[in-house]
């Protein structure tokens, strides 16, 4: 895929903002500030468009996240399980990327469900025998290859279309990973130690993608993050698994020493159903760092994660893609804790 500067400036939600246009991006390319557009073929016509690769140095240049000064560390995990926890990593993960902030985001759900999400795959041939596909399978090197010492961290991390943008996969034998992490000591810091510190020197974010399930692997995950993010699913079986996940959580920081800050993420939130608003209502007056946009049960999400794209590339000036960008830079400046000099984005209403 390739882009042009009008796609470029809807991604990015430059299309809001009255004083910006596509013109200012060519005019930027002229002056060499941002890299120059190639020519492509297309439907017999030819036509300047950016490559993927060079989407993170514009994203830097004109989108509205900055580079942390310091390597930050954010966890996605509330113990319900549908409620877009993947869904919201790989949002913030590509987001993130495209804006020139080197992302790796490891999975811990043994589903591997963002493992797809970034597109990765074991490029199986369909003339391959059970044993050829095993043993290509399992060439795939995931944490516990890394704890036993069979690789390197570095030989785990896999790069996608975007430069900026790598994972560890997930791979069966995270529940291995899970029991053998029982019988070492300090055992809830394993990942803090020998994984997080390690990916620090080489990434300016790391995302832990969790199951729903509290084990040991996100217990490792908790204590090495400065953010979590608590997706809150506006339906009633969530809405009565808050109270009883939050009173686990404050007595899980106060037992380990923890501060990591939490925000809590309206997901699934439908504007048609009464329930769905009043759940809504509840968390916005109720839950301390609640945010003040959502993530609404949409198609184009459930597609866009189906394309390993986020919202914002996939539908971009869908009210969707719009709140996933105003989401993405509240959350961003609180960890950051800043306040935004310029407004960058333009402001849409949690009720549109």
Known sequence: MNYSASKICKIFSLSTTPQFSKFDLIEAENSGNIPKQSLIALNKRTQKLWSPEQLPLIGEKFGFM????????ITTFVTKGGVLKTSLTLNLARIAALHNINTCVIGLDMQGDITTCMGYDYYLDDDLN????????????????????????????????????????????????????NTKNKREFWFKKYV????????????????????????????????????????????????????????????????????????????????????????EDNLDNCSSYFV???????????????????????????????????????????????KKLAQLSPRP
């Open 66 to 73: 900055e580079k942390p000064k310091s390597p930050k560390v």
């Open 130 to 181: 059970i044993n050829e596909a095993l043993e290509q399978i399992n060439a795939t090197k995931g944490l516990m290859d890394y704890y036993l010492g069979d690789c390197t961290l570095d030989e785990t991390i896999v790069t996608t279309d975007l430069p900026t943008l790598s994972f560890i996969p997930e791979t069966p034998e995270l529940v291995a990973l899970n029991q053998s992490l």
């Open 196 to 283: 997080t510190e390690p990916l620090k020197e080489k990434f300016d974010l790391i995302l832990y993608d969790c199951s729903p399930n509290w084990n040991l692997l996100i217990t490792n995950a908790l204590t090495s993050c400065d953010a979590l993010i608590v997706p809150v699913e506006c339906k009633i079986n969530n809405f009565r698994n808050l109270k009883m996940f939050n009173s686990f959580l404050t007595q899980f920081k106060s037992e380990m020493d923890l501060d990591f800050k939490t925000q809590y993420v309206p997901t699934r939130y439908s504007q048609n159903r009464k329930l769905s608003r009043e759940i809504l209502k509840w968390y």
């Open 296 to 342: 609404r049960e949409s198609l184009q999400g459930e597609e866009a994660s189906a394309l390993y794209l986020s919202v914002p590339e996939y539908a971009p000036l869908s009210p969707s893609a719009l709140e996933m960008n105003l989401l993405v830079d509240e959350f961003w400046q609180k960890i950051n804790n800043k306040r935004r000099r310029r």
